[in-house]
């Protein structure tokens, strides 16, 4: 048996031919893809935070499905001085706007403090307290609308509360009653941002079941409304 062995000069040269590598973006292509890339990621993660703004100022409770009053124009919280009565900074003044970043559930009255008042005053602990974890997210307001001294047999029941001495003037040009009402006939609900949005009925006794479950839920909804964007303490 005989075996070709070709010389070198014989054998056919066999060529591989690569296909060039393909040029990648230029550097301007790639910060523009990168840009768009992180506006991305900052939209996902910002959604939560929007979906809750439009939730709030567009899908909160219409005039027809809250039991309180919603107020149309919204006005915010005057600039005007308040003398502080109690906890520790009593006796201290503090500008009202101070108050901003937390929810606020609001009863206005004389320091006398009649029986409207101290029914408000129970209204505004127990609403508070029906809110379980969110509590924290809302301060309990009293503005005290006259120069009179605090009755004693109140100040062990305000050691949650936050009680403010504002001159009338400044509450009346704020805060306005249903028509037929007094100041003192309602509890006020006030914004985070410092604008007051809703008035609860004068007639509001959370011994009936039925008014204290729509009481809650209206506070329920706007709590839910502005989870994303606001939390507990200013």
Not at 10 to 24: I, R, S, Y
Not at 191 to 201: L, Q, S, V
Request: proline share 7%; charged share 25%.
């Amino acid at each position: 048996m005989t075996v070709d062995n070709p010389s070198s000069e014989d054998q056919v040269l066999e060529l591989t031919v690569h296909k060039l590598p393909t040029p990648g973006p230029n550097p301007a292509e790639r910060t523009r893809l990168g840009r768009v890339k992180m506006l991305l990621v900052l939209l996902i993660c910002a959604s939560p935070v929007v979906a809750s703004y439009v939730t709030y100022y567009f899908i909160r409770p219409s005039a027809s499905h809250s039991y309180g009053e919603l107020i149309a124009d919204q006005p915010g919280l005057p600039t005007a001085q308040a003398e502080v009565l109690s906890g520790r900074q009593a006796g201290a003044s503090m500008d009202l706007t101070r108050l901003k970043g937390q929810w606020l559930l609001l009863s206005v009255a004389d320091a006398a403090c009649d029986a409207r008042c101290e029914k408000h005053l129970y209204l505004q602990r127990q609403m508070r307290e029906s809110l379980g974890a969110e509590k924290g997210r809302v301060d309990w307001v009293w503005l005290v609308s006259d120069g009179q001294t605090l009755p004693e047999r109140l100040k062990p029941a305000l050691t949650e509360a936050t009680v403010l001495r504002v001159k009338p003037e400044v509450l009346q040009a704020w805060l306005a009653p249903a028509p037929g009402q007094h100041l003192s006939d309602h509890l006020y609900v006030v914004d985070p941002m410092g604008h007051w949005m809703m008035r609860f009925p004068a007639s509001l006794d959370l011994a009936h079941a039925a008014e204290a479950k729509l009481a809650k839920r209206d506070l329920d909804r706007l709590l839910r409304a502005s989870a994303s964007w606001d939390t507990e303490g200013r």
